[in-house]
């Protein structure tokens, strides 16, 4: 390797840990190098799911850690069951009241002209708990 690349190399590990630094408990998560990024349908495999209501929350984590989204809507979620290819619930939107119920998910304004949503601390503990 030449030092520019070297000096190169370094600088992108230096930016990936300080972005990690600045997150602190809410970094996203990534791959080790020359891994394969988790796809949504190993991801719904490891957590084993128990229902759609469970369904629903695992898709709304995995695109907020895995995919970096910030606010999901019910397009977003019935494009996750396509992906992870899960029979999509009949009503969706019941899925997402029912983790709001309990606290899991709230609301976030809109996104592309749809009402939209985000996990709260207290769903991401949950799922970040059951890694332990």
Known sequence: MTNIEELQKILTDHE???KVLELGNHAPLTNPPGSK???LKEFLISKK???D???TLLI???FEKYEHKEKFNKKDIVEGFKMAREQTPKNT???IQKNIKKGLIMDMGEKDGFKAWTLTN???QLIDQ???
Do not use: W
């Open 122 to 124: 207290s769903g991401n």
């Open 53 to 55: 209501v469970e369904k």
């Open 49 to 51: 799911p128990k229902g």
């Open 37 to 39: 990024k988790m796809s």
């Open 16 to 18: 990936e840990r300080i």
């Open 60 to 62: 709304a984590y995995y």
């Open 93 to 95: 939107t019941d899925k």
């Open 130 to 132: 059951d890694d332990d």
